[in-house]
């Protein structure tokens, strides 16, 4: 299917800069474009690639001005990174669902199916367990006894839900992700470790995204949570009783020890580490690789390993740099001190 | 099923503080108590919980005196986090197992089954496998040719174990960890780097956990070896050839490069990486986020990137913030130095 | 079967030094040494073993010499390491392959399956996905709708490809590897995230070895591409839009943020992180849990979080362990420096 200029901008209410019938079926990076594509233009570093790019149509914020001439035709939008999300949505709503449920499924007698699934070749749906209506469960997936899955739900391949967690509403999980397996709890004895049983559950509340080969341990005793509208990247680990505020974003690789209680809207880098039994606030942006020990207040900015203020760490790190000048130096200026004392008490 | 505090004292071999006809059905976190809950303490953070907390029953420490007037009945028992492991064990292993060989399995007809085992749908038992007495393996999960799987040991879904490794007695593998995919070891050739097939095999011992997605690579030659006890958190890289040794715990996203020899009763904190070919002794405690390059004696705590004593780092860390300041002051001095010296020299 | 020195020594161009008869039937690591067995020596860290190793035969580089007695039998050979790679390399040829379609997988009616191939049970197939000649793909492994799979290529159990991406000719992917999940891309809205649906693909080259559980995301819009000879170690995440030249290894648990180029012949250590949206030239050497923040050129050693020159790294790294003395000395010469200031000002 092609859409033009016009069609796009009255849908997205942007503006037409340029030809106005130029069509497009495809989407392009900007530095990747072809013929037919349309691209967008957010982040500056990207800028110099407009004047070059070989797409049909471009979609750049309204403030964008053209330093030199530009060849594709220009949608100004509000935003542009989010007018390309709504024609990616768009694009992704317009392809063929999968649905019905396989004969090469396992589903428990005792399972309650909502309407309109899709439950994959070898998926297996456990005892009791219950999957919402247009929820879609990919081969190869677990749900365990118990477990509930809500609707609008996307479950892609081999994906594991153990028994009794509980995933919401309209959330995407991909595939290897774990939820639910045992939290990492043992008493020393003297011949070993005795194992404390992991009875709780974890909660995944509605519009939560979770990377691929993600782990959410099940609590002790009670819920590990994470909250609506939070989206965990790949390869992240969430400890045992953790609680994960709403619209949190976690950048692949982080680690969350365990009983440790995360606020709303932080943004954190990848492979964040954080340590148990402690609190940080809302909106907290960490920098990657960080390594936080103790409690955060809300609307920090913070970095490094203990994690502290990050401008500070900026110019430390700077400093870093160049300590093995200062100990000369420091070494220097103790002589050339020992020389003048020596001097004035002569 | 309902226990008073005077059966679970008579059990726990501890001493009732209160009413002894108070009962429970059910376990909670002491700040999540709820009424018919048993709770525990022995975090002394979580001590202004035990004032308020809703539970029935809270097993404490023989040494806790309270401050104020305690609502719940208190059980003194030697250590309340022991205690409360008896308490779920009991509890976990009152919940029916499951067993039997699932018709949507796949089992070899030349594997060896052992008695009163659990094989779920979709599971995969190779060529010659031997499966344990009593072991469980749920459904999705692998087990290559050859391979060997002890008695009792839990094997949940997704589980990868490759051709020829060997699981001990008494293990639990969680969801989506590998044992024996290849070490990662190529040589270098002038058009790319040639494999180095890696032929030997994973030895894990009798009462190992490991968690979920966490891989342990088989030797090049020889075994790669996790010792008995040892329990692995998820998302853990142990490399070819390693050793680690018995009831070492180490916390989620710890790697562990090849050939490395890492002594018993060791405690490793979150995302510690540890490199090639080194040999760390017993009880190292680690902390996390560190980084080990070289050969550590026993009974180390040690923490940072390079690794070495943990107390040094502490005090050089909280130097390192100051490092603008420093340098400022060091140049400062260097400049009044200066002055000094040439008024002397005048 | 056994097999002579001599015989070895013709098939690797060596020359035997020691009993020309000597026969071996196996491999062992040169510490671990076995009558029987062959072993090799490259890393010098290992030469003391070869006084006193049990094994038959020992694998050395031409510019060996012993300096005392050698009870095996010795082959010298241009390069150790490779003639063991080359007769691993034999051995694991020698096994059987599996092959056929096992009548428990899945494969789709419009799917187009090479000749020569192994699909193992509970394998799935999507609709008009490609799988190319000799290749084996293993239980439980999921191929998505119009996913392309190269000849001779290694899928092992519990692979995820997602729809539409491509694996080229001769790679080896490891259990729980998950390739083609959606990148992490979410515009910021009042009310919580927008999600950037990511319509590109993940484009493998030939020579491809991809560690268990290891992560390549789908690019937004475009390809996340890792080019031919590449070796990918375990639990690594490689985001949307990255592109891996030729040639590069990457240990495990490495994290390289989204749209980053890397160069070719580059090797990464342990936990890196690398930032997005940046460049890293050809044959960087970048050291275990470094974080690259900005470009870097061709050909630097880099080390430390924010990276830069490892010797420079190394230096400084020394001092950070004597900040605290430094931070005395400071004060101490503040204070002397302010007593002479007052005695030559009085």
Not at 31 to 58: C, H, M, Q, W
Not at 160 to 188: E, K, M, T
Request: overall charge negative; proline content about 3%.
């Amino acid at each position: 299917m092609e859409f033009s200029a016009k069609q796009i901008a009255a849908y997205l209410k942007g503006e037409v800069v340029g030809n106005e019938n130029a069509t497009v079926h495809t989407f392009a990076k900007i530095e990747e474009g072809v013929p037919g594509a349309i691209s967008f233009l957010s982040n500056p570093k990207y800028t110099s690639y407009i004047y070059d790019t070989r797409s049909s149509i471009v979609l750049v914020n309204r403030t964008f001005e053209p330093e030199h001439e530009v060849k594709a035709t220009l949608i100004k939008v509000d935003n542009a990174y989010e007018s390309l999300a709504q024609l990616l949505t768009l694009y992704e709503a317009s392809k063929p669902k999968k649905f019905g449920i396989d004969s090469l499924a396992f589903v428990a007698s005792t399972a309650t199916i909502g309407q309109n699934v899709y439950i994959g070749a070898f998926a297996y749906i456990g005892e009791n367990a219950v999957i919402g209506d247009n929820t879609q469960i990919y081969p190869h997936s677990f749900v365990g006894d118990n477990a509930k899955v809500g609707n609008d739900t996307l479950i892609y391949s081999s994906v594991n839900i153990y028994h009794d967690c509980r995933i919401g509403n309209n959330c995407i999980l991909h595939s290897g992700c774990v939820i639910g397996a045992d939290g990492f709890g043992f008493a020393p004895a003297k011949s070993g470790y005795d194992k404390i049983p992991q009875i709780g559950i974890v909660e995944i509340e509605d519009n939560v995204e979770i990377g691929a080969n993600t782990c959410v341990d099940r609590a002790t005793m009670g819920h590990t949570v994470v909250h609506s509208g939070t989206k965990l990247d790949n390869l992240i680990q969430i400890a045992h009783n953790d609680e994960i505020g709403s619209n949190t974003v976690m950048a692949a690789q982080c680690g969350i020890a365990g009983s440790t209680k995360i606020g709303s809207w932080c943004m954190f880098g990848g492979q964040v580490g954080v340590a148990g039994h402690i609190h940080i606030g809302d909106k907290v942006y960490c920098g990657a690789q960080a390594g936080i020990g103790s409690n955060v207040k809300s609307e920090q900015t913070i970095i490094g390993s203990p994690a502290y203020d990050a401008k500070g760490w900026m110019k430390s790190s700077a400093v870093f740099k160049r300590l093995p000048d200062m100990y000369s130096e420091l070494n220097a200026m103790r002589k050339e001190i020992n020389e003048l004392k020596e001097k004035l008490n002569k």
